[in-house]
């Protein structure tokens, strides 16, 4: 093994090991204060009080494509610059994306029952975020199917890039397709402007779930570092035992 | 230049002799739409509601089917080496063996519409509209789904993984094919606007797609 | 015509195949390449063609066209043949030597020389596996490339065909060509030789 393709991750972990605690916090702190922003807003002359699952709904579909644009930078990362961090940074970042993607999902679909009078409707956003959702299934697919990391992660981040790519095209072509096929009686969030007592719950929800994110992120990160250096060393120890029983014993293992 | 046209002949040919997948897309296109009616049953007036959504989810499925091997026959003898050992750009030769296969897979696809619509009780112009924007939409399927038979190779894998990798990128062709025949079959909408959004994903798919699949091609071999 | 490497290095999958491997190879050499199974023969050539990445080292072709990467001026001939069964064994060469490019010689001459003329218009697919060994040797010979890379170029050749090897190998040496060719078995010509094979 190189060192110094370990050096880098090295400082990653004990950087990130001393900055986690304080994250974690923050995130809890942000949280509890959108939490209680969020249950003391008053209730929607319209909707009731329903209109408080927006509060986690849209953090959950922001954070949804945020994801996304992170991996799209990893990819990056991989494809030019083949730096290891960004392949764990891709790869940590998928599983956690598809979470917020469906929790934006679930929240959304909730939200729809009191509204539409059905758990779901083929309205554009959601329909939008349903591919998005189905996009990352497909890259976490992609993680597992190859064996080795490196080139699993070449391969998801061509995928990654494309999907930035076609992303913006879809969310257009649904959005057309939408009201080609839908009259516009349909309920649509956010389409006036917000008043502020419901903006700035929502904003503060927003930074605390993106602190969550980051935190989740991270950690997953550490997680997946580690589990790249087991794996290293487990196919070191497999060469090893080979070499002991091999009838040519090498000269030395290299440093 | 002629190495480019020799690769495209190449695979023409291979394509069009016995063992080649030109002519079983096409047979998988008709079996997918005959097997529509069992679903849905027989009432011809339902049918020609749904035709142009059948025959482009045919196209669609017939088309994803016969790219799993664009890459990797070649790849399993050992053929792409050299190719990507050559002089011509491998984004160029990319873009080649997409068009081979668009010509030998897509365009016979396009030929079959108006057999097809007859057994889905479309009329004359409703058959043409389909066939028009099938011509002008299957090219896009074939280089999106190019992106997809690359990372195959890449993965060793293609098959059911391929699929899901692939379909949700081609929505906005499915989209706008559909509403594009539909627009000229029923209106209100004119068939123009739907047309050259569906010309301009193709266009768009011809740059990104062989571009995607020769980094995946160059990242990927082993 | 000179081939330099330095120091390379070559890591597949996580595992380093070999390292700081160096050599030097003058026009009119040959390049035995050898070393136990696994100990990274194909990857050299591979890297060597550009077919992997190098983790390290430098490559270079002195006295090569300057506008052409190491790869399109090198032929390489790997253990898969890269010929279509449903292709005629001379669509196949004609489809090879207008793909690569570069200075193309006759096809049926070729054929001629690797003894296949006889079987120019039957499908591949008939040919046995010694023929398909052939067949691919007459894509050296079709299109002039300098560099030769050769993964055991002898494999499933009987004895005149492993003649015929030695053969057309010392003809490319004569015209200033330069082989690098992983091998088992000797070749037959005066060669240098590699030893990989330290690192398990």
Known sequence: ?255 | MTALAALIRRDIRIALRVGGGALIGVLFFLTVVVLMPFAVGPDLALLTRLGPAILWLGALLASLLTLDRLFMADHEDGSLDLIVMGRVPLELACAGKALAHWLAAGLPLVVATPVLGLLLNLDLLATAAVALTLLAGTPALTFTGMIGAALAVTLHRGGLLLAVLVLPLSIPVLIFGVAASEAAIAGPLSFGAPFSILCALSLVSFVVGPFAAAASLRHGLD | MRLLASSLTCVRGGREVFSGLSFELAAGQLLAVTGRNGSGKTSLLRLIAGLLPQAAGSLALEGGDAELTLGEQAHYLGHRDALKPALSVLENLTFWRDFLGGEAFDAPESLAAVGLTHAAHLPAAYLSAGQRRRLSLARLLTVRRPVWLLDEPTNALDTSGQDMVAGLMREHLARGGLIVAATHAPLGLAARELRIGGAP
């Open chain 1, 1 to 255: 093994m190189k060192l110094s393709d370990l050096a880098n991750p090295t400082r990653f972990l004990s950087l990130t090991g001393r900055l986690l605690p304080y994250l974690a916090a923050a995130t809890a702190i942000v949280l509890l204060i959108g939490l209680y922003l969020s249950a003391t807003a008053p209730d929607d002359y319209q909707q009731g009080a329903t209109v408080k699952i927006m509060f986690i709904h849209v953090p959950n579909a922001w954070l949804s494509m945020f994801v996304w644009a992170v991996m799209s930078a990893a990819a990056l990362g991989t494809l030019v610059w083949r730096h290891p961090l960004a392949d764990v940074a891709a790869k940590a970042a998928a599983p956690i994306g598809a979470s917020f993607t469906f929790l934006a999902l679930v929240t959304g679909s909730l939200w729809g029952r009191p509204m539409w009078g059905t758990y779901w409707e083929w309205d554009a956003r959601l329909t939008s975020v349903l591919i998005l959702f189905l996009m990352y299934l497909g890259l976490m697919a992609l993680w597992r199917a190859v064996e080795d990391p490196s080139r699993a992660a070449r391969a998801a981040a061509v995928l990654t890039l494309v999907g930035a790519l076609n992303l913006p095209i879809i969310k257009f072509s649904v959005d057309w397709w939408n009201t080609l096929h839908q009259p516009a009686s349909v309920f649509r969030m956010g389409g006036s402007t917000l008043d502020r007592a419901f903006l700035i719950p929502l904003l503060v929800m927003a930074v605390g779930f993106t602190l969550l994110f980051v935190t989740l992120h991270l950690a997953a990160m550490r997680n997946e570092i580690l589990r790249r250096r087991v794996r290293a060393l487990q196919m070191m120890q497999a060469r090893a035992s080979a070499s002991e029983l091999g009838p040519a014993s090498p000269a030395s293992q290299p440093a």
